[in-house]
């Protein structure tokens, strides 16, 4: 195969819904989802032999062996295609792990994506995790189920965001745990064209469990409010939260103010991909 560049944005809950729990013990889901123009990249490359390197911002902890998503990613396709050419892979980690913005799902969908065409991968990722068949489709949608019924939203607009995370670990399993009722009522229809009037009528269940285990996601939200958000929320599980915005300009300007004031946390001013827009290549 050729050398090829691959983009693995960012997955941003921006409504999340906890509607039930299956007798497996996976919770039940109704979310919207976006996904970013910031974002890790997945380099695929013929090789002599196997390898696999992360480097960038992020690259320190996250494990090369075959704990990683990616290299599932790779082995998955490689047992459903029955494929074996050697491969050098690498990662520019941007995204802080494990912070409830799907970077580990979205770098093995794109390994999925760079090396097969498959109209099975929504079904070979969806045995890696949950979130392979959003970050797979990379376009706003609303997921339902425990990730895989997927209604990709149409002319759903790029939105402003400032992307912002305490630095603080937050367990997934944890914060479900904590969660007062898995019962709850599903999003209501939209979101139309007011997308932040329809996210004030929505929640993410899972917000108030997280800031009660790390109380600097409610620090978070509330300089983002401050920096002029129309809307903040937590993503995920956890710990990124998420700003949106009037422009790019009023964005860029709030992630400088918060940049300032805590040098070190992450955040960055990026635009979500209107529904049609992603690109998962990076031409050279």
């Known amino acids: 195969m ?7 944005p960012a997955k941003i809950n921006l409504a999340l819904h906890v509607t039930g729990r299956r007798a497996d013990g996976n919770h039940l889901l109704d979310s919207v989802v976006v996904f970013t123009r910031f974002g890790d990249e997945l380099e695929i490359a013929p090789a002599a032999a196997d390898s696999f390197e992360v480097e960038g911002p992020f690259a320190r902890g996250v494990p090369t062996d075959a704990g990683n998503l990616v ?3 790779r082995n998955a396709v490689r047992e459903a295609h029955g494929a074996s050419e050697p491969l050098a892979l690498r990662l520019t980690k941007n995204l802080p792990p494990a912070s409830g913005i799907g970077g580990g799902s979205s770098d093995a969908a794109a390994c999925l994506a760079g090396m097969s065409g498959d109209d099975r991968l929504a079904e070979i990722g969806l ?5 392979l068949p959003m970050c ?3 376009e706003p949608l609303r997921a339902r189920g425990i990730g895989e019924r997927i209604e990709i939203l149409p002319e759903f607009p790029a939105l402003s965001l400032v992307l912002a995370n305490p630095g603080v670990e937050v367990p997934t399993s944890e914060i479900f745990r904590r969660l007062p009722s898995p019962d709850n ?3 209501p229809d939209g979101p139309g064209s007011d997308v932040v009037g329809w996210l004030r009528a929505t929640r993410n269940d899972l917000q108030a469990p997280a800031i009660a285990y790390a109380p600097e996601i409610g620090e978070c939200l509330a300089m983002l409010e401050r920096s002029g958000a129309a809307f903040a ?16 300009d ?9 940049r300032a004031e805590k040098g070190s946390w992450f955040v960055v001013a990026t635009q979500s991909h209107a529904s049609g827009s ?7």
């Open 2 to 8: 050729e050398r090829l560049r691959l983009r693995a």
């Open 71 to 73: 290299i599932k990613a």
């Open 127 to 131: 045995k890696l995790g949950a979130d």
């Open 136 to 138: 797979l489709a990379a």
């Open 185 to 187: 009522a599903p999003l």
């Open 233 to 248: 929320r937590m993503s995920g599980s956890g710990a990124t939260c998420f700003g949106v915005f009037s422009d790019d």
């Open 250 to 258: 009023a964005a860029e300007r709030a992630a400088e103010r918060m």
């Open 278 to 284: 992603f690109r998962r290549r990076i031409e050279p």
